[in-house]
Structures are given as C-alpha cells and as structure tokens.
C-alpha cells in the first residue's frame, strides 16, 4: 500500500468582484525612465474634484473658443450636402432600406452627382442628427454649430476619460501626478488645437467629430467594462460599446479602425495575451466588416448588379479624371507629414489646398515624407520595446499606430478626389496628443526628485502655454469662417492655381448680390480648367442675374457643347430654359421645363419657372395654375406670393378688357 502526502485542504479565495475580466498586473522595472515619484494612485480624497475641475476646463475652453462662431454663415459643402442635397430634401431620405436600388441610383437619374445616395447611405446618423437641426430651426446654422461645439467638447472629455482609464488599470507604479497630467495634455492640445475647426465650425464635418465621439465613447465603455463589479455591469457596458461602434461606422468610415485600435490597446497596453485579446474582442471585430459590405452593395447597385471591388474601391473617387491608386497613396505619404507639420506648426490652414500629385515613389518629396513616418514608428516602437514595462511609452507606441491605423481610410486605402482636407486629420491627432502628454511625463521623470519646479511646475506651465498659443491661433483662424467671402479669399490666397477656389470666390460674391465680381472669379477659373461644368453653368446664372440673357444662353450652350448629356440636366436645363425666355424664345423655353417637370413633377423652382415664361408669353392663368402647385410645396416664399398676385392682377385686367370692349 502506497503512502500519499495529504494537503491540508483550503477554500480557494474568492475572486474580486473587480477583477471579473482583469489583465495580468506585469511588474514594474526599474530603468532610465521611470515615473515621478508622487502621490500614489490611490483613490485620494480630491481626486474626484480634481476629474470635476478637469471636465469643467474643458468644456469652457472649447465653448470659449467655438460659442462666438454660431452665426458664421453655412458654406462650401454645407450648402453642397444639406440645403441643395435632392435627397435630404426628400421625404423618404432615410427609407432606402425598402427600396435601396432605387434609392442609390436615384441621383444618376435626376443628373446629380451620384455621391449624394453614396453619402446619406453611408452616414444615415450624421444625416438624422442634421435632420434634427433642420426640423427644430430649419437651415438656421447657428444650432447646428451648437451642436458641433458639444460634440466637440465631449470628445475632449472623452480622451480625457480613456486615458485615465488605460494609465489606471495598466499601471500601479504611476503617481497620482501622471495619471492626472497625460490625460490632461492630451485633452487640452485636442480641444484647443486649431486644426479641430475645420469638425466643428465647418457644419458639414460633423460627419467628423460625431464619429470621433462614437469611436471614443465605444473605446472608453470597452475599457471600462474590464473593471466592471457585476456580470450584468460587464455585459451592459460591452453591449453599449458595440452600439457605439456601429453607430460611428454609419457616421463616417473612419471608425472602421476602431476595432484593431482595441486589439492593439489590450494587447500592447494592458498586457493582455494576444489569443485572449482576440477571443474577447470579438464582439467589436464583428462589426469590421459592416462598412466594406455597404461599400459593395452600394457600388453593386449604381453599377447595374455588376460586382466589381475595383470599382468598389473607387466609390467616391474622381469620375472625369479618376486617380490612380498607386499615385494616390504616394501622394499621402507628402500629405501625412503636412498633417503633422500642421498640429506642431499651426500655420498654413487652407480649407482647399493645392497640392502637388505625385507618380514615383523616388520622387524627393515622397522618398523624404516616407523616411519621416518611418522614423516615426521606429523611434516610439524602439522606446516601447527598451523600456517595455513603462506603462506611456507602451500607450505612446500604440496611439503613434492610431495615427496611421485610423487615417488609413482616407489616406490610402480608398481613392478621394480631394488630396488634402483638414478635418480628415481630425481623429488621428488624438493619436499625436496622446503622444505628447505621455513624452512630456516621461521627460519630467527625468528631472531629479529635489528639482521640484522642473518637475511639477514647468512641465504644466508649458502645456498652459501651449494651450493658450493653439487657443489664440485656432481663435485667429476662425475669424476667416466670419463670412464666406472672408474664407474663400484665404483659399484662393494660398491655392490660386486650383479652379474650384476661384470658382467658390465666385459662388460667395453671388450669394452676397455682386455677381459683377462673380463673373471675373468664373472666367478666372474657366481659364485655369475650361471643362469646369459648374463654373460654366454658375457663369450663365450670374449673367441672367445682371439680366444679360443673350451671354447666359450662349455660354449655357458652350455646356451643352462640352457635355451633351447636360441639357438633360435639371439645373443646366432650368438656367436654358430660363435663357431661352430671356431671349424672347418661349416657345423653346416651355419645352424644356416641361421636360424637367417630366423629372421632377412637384419641383417648386421649376413650376415657378415655367410659370414666369406663361406670363411673359402672354398667358397669365397657366402661370398662376404653375405658380399655385408650387406654392404648395413653397406656402411661405415671398417671391411666389408676389407672382402669384402679378398674375391674378393680369387675369383681372384681361377680364376687364373683355367686359368694355364692343
């Protein structure tokens, strides 16, 4: 008979309620660069003041940078996407689900620029909350920027909140002073910096900041979830960070990234082994492939049910002069280093800059740019894996990836007609900030323990500096917004070789009433781009405004000419038909706003429009029949109201005549 050691038997120890899904707490290693040694992270009996006070700094500061900005006119894409978008405007803009071939083609056979369904079926929660503002105070932009702003401030809480959240539960050797100052920097940067202005001042780039929030709240619920106390708390916050995430993947593309970011963030930050890390993250890379399938769909329907993912990729590329794929992504490696030039040296700001295309990857520029974001990644992944215990530059390495994982979309990944646009940098330059914060903490752990103002003092006294230069220059820059005259100057200023700047100076003095100067800003950039439909068709308006028809009709034709599928064309067909009338050809003119009507049979503009070519032709009770449907749609418009008394007036007075005659 054997003999056997008997333990003594013991309960094993319940395990934390805190700990339900907890990473590995690795130890910390002494070296270089170590933590400031402070207060220790513990729950201090400020520290939830110190939070209160962080959250209230920001919200002022982006309120106090942004609130005077509400009453800046709407421009550029503003008026592209919302006000003049025929499917905004349409009553069934969000029922494409019932019938979505019909609804994704839909522009293609009105003449508009197919983008428009690509947009709204892409974005459906961007656009619900521009229907919102709509609905509560029409196109009055002032409460759409209100909005804005607080998207805006909430980002900056956001990142605030995830970063505290990240340094606490991947980190027991960090005092109470980084914890507090990372988060902080990194915050304060983002909700000053003038590059943000472009998300929030901007109307349409609400598209922007709205995905950044649902990204970021969808990341920091994640995290927070870790250290839930209660299954039913763990699964509720994870439940609500999948709905965050699907909700920003139908705000902006961008936030496909979100995803891997979190895979990353577990596994390099918390320390989480890499199998565990994708096993449990699977309900955020469930949701990776939403945005590629709509991409397919969309581009399957416009193309008549023909699959193609080349063509799929080039979605929202250019349709007259298409990009090469290739050119393009050489050409974003030059436009990533002007993004990161930009958020160290705010100066240069340009809503639409002319930038240079580039074909070969040996080309300088390109070759140099390369070397940069190369040198980049190096140098933040070399620190990570020399000193892989510390906790910032681990978060240092994996938010340098959040640049580059986050901008992919755009930058690479699918072809934009657009090289460089500002708000595209808008998400990845929390990236960047992170960055900063956890570089300048680890530069005061340097400083020696006696040095107290050079390490506690100088390093927030140089972030309140540069949080004051970004507030002054992103204040400066918004001046620019203060009218669309203003900001199109600034464009054409910096851009004067690009036909689109010209042509939106143009599109400014029209709306002001000085389409004197208009017409010199078209023909500027008619001569820098000759084919520039809208130029063209903007020239032929303005000339009928200054009621010089024979011009107009000339230079529509020149259209027609260029493009002979123009005239089929609702808005090139109405400025022809309105030129055709101003020429005394009403015969002509009625022929073709019947056929737009054929189109678009409730369309105000166009009932309205035949309506003044009846009554100048001499029939003055088809036009008040024309200009009564369109009062239906339009009860309210003052032009409208006063044809239609013109026209009862005419009617009254022929009748008189019949009645005296002999």
Not at 15 to 32: K, L, T
Not at 503 to 514: D, V
Request: hydrophobic share 50%; aromatic share 10%.
């Amino acid at each position: 008979m054997s003999r056997r050691r008997h333990k003594t038997s013991h309960p094993k120890p319940a395990v934390p309620a805190e700990a339900i899904d907890a990473a590995p707490v690795m130890p910390a290693q002494e070296g270089v660069l170590t933590a400031p040694s402070e207060t220790p992270a513990t729950h201090h009996p400020t520290t939830r003041w110190l939070h209160a006070l962080i959250v209230c700094i920001l919200l002022a500061l982006s309120a106090g940078l942004y609130t005077w900005t509400t009453d800046f006119p709407m421009v550029f894409d503003d008026y592209t996407y919302l006000i003049d978008n025929p499917l905004f405007q349409a009553p069934d803009r969000f029922g494409y689900l019932s019938n979505f071939q019909e609804f994704v083609t839909r522009p293609a056979r009105m003449g508009s620029d197919p983008d428009y369904a690509v947009n709204l079926v892409m974005r459906p929660v961007a656009y619900a909350s521009f229907a919102l503002n709509q609905t509560f105070d029409g196109y009055n932009p002032r409460w759409y920027r209100v909005l804005n702003i607080a998207i805006h401030a909430l980002n900056s809480v956001l990142i605030y909140a995830l970063l505290h959240t990240l340094l606490r539960r991947s980190s027991h050797t960090l005092g109470r002073g980084s914890l507090i100052f990372i988060p902080t920097t990194a915050a304060l940067l983002f909700a000053a910096h003038p590059m943000a202005i472009e998300s929030v001042t901007y109307i349409i780039q609400r598209f922007t900041s709205l995905a950044a929030f649902f990204s970021l709240l969808c990341l920091w619920l994640w995290f927070v979830s870790f250290s839930a106390r209660s299954r039913v708390m763990l699964y509720a916050l994870r439940a609500g960070a999948v709905v965050a995430l699907l909700l920003a993947m139908q705000t902006k593309e961008c936030s496909v990234a979100v995803p891997f970011m979190a895979v990353l963030i577990d596994w390099l930050v918390l320390r989480t082994g890499l199998r565990r890390t994708l096993f449990r993250s699977l309900p955020l890379l469930l949701c990776a492939p939403v945005i590629p399938i709509l991409v397919v769909l969309i581009s399957t329907a416009q193309n008549g049910g023909s699959l193609d993912l080349g063509t799929s990729l080039n979605i929202v590329n250019s349709r007259d002069e298409p990009l090469n794929h290739w050119h393009y992504i050489l050409t974003q490696f030059t436009v990533l280093v002007h993004y990161l030039r930009l958020m160290i040296w705010p100066f240069g700001l340009n809503l639409d800059p002319q930038w240079p295309k580039y074909v070969s990857l040996w080309q300088g520029p390109v070759l140099m740019s390369l070397g940069v974001l190369l040198g980049l990644i190096a140098a933040s992944g070399w620190l990570f894996r020399r000193f892989r215990e510390d906790v910032r530059l681990a978060i240092g390495f994996v938010f340098t990836l959040w640049f580059f994982v986050t901008i992919a979309a755009s930058s690479g990944l699918v072809p934009l007609p657009d090289m460089v646009a500002e708000h595209r940098s808008y998400l990845p330059s929390v990236g960047f900030f992170v960055l900063v914060g956890c570089l300048l903490d680890c530069l005061r752990g340097l400083v020696p323990a006696q040095a107290v103002w050079l390490r506690r003092v100088a390093p927030a006294a140089l972030v309140i500096t540069a949080t004051a230069l970004l507030s002054w220059r992103t204040f400066d820059r918004n001046t620019i917004w203060s009218t669309s005259e203003n900001l199109w100057k600034d464009t054409v200023a910096k851009s004067p070789g690009k036909f689109r700047t010209w042509g939106n100076l143009g599109t400014a003095y029209s709306i002001s009433g000085k389409d004197e100067k208009a017409v010199e800003c078209y023909r500027k950039a008619l001569t820098i781009e000759p084919r520039f439909q809208n130029g063209i068709l903007n020239l032929s308006n303005s000339l009928l405004r200054l009621n010089r028809p024979k011009e107009s009709l000339d230079t529509t034709l020149q259209l027609i000419r260029l493009d002979n599928t123009a005239a089929t064309k609702p808005p090139v067909a109405f400025t022809l038909g309105l030129g055709l009338a101003g020429v005394g050809r009403y015969d002509d003119a009625v022929s073709v706003f019947r056929e737009i009507l054929k189109v678009m049979p409730n369309d105000p503009q166009a009932l309205k429009a035949l309506g003044m070519v009846y009554y100048k032709a001499g029939l003055p009770h088809r036009a008040l029949d024309l200009y009564q449907r369109a009062a239906k749609n339009q009860p309210s418009d003052p032009q409208l109201l006063a044809l239609i008394g013109e026209a009862e007036k005419a009617m009254a007075l022929k009748r008189g005549f019949r009645l005296v005659s002999p």
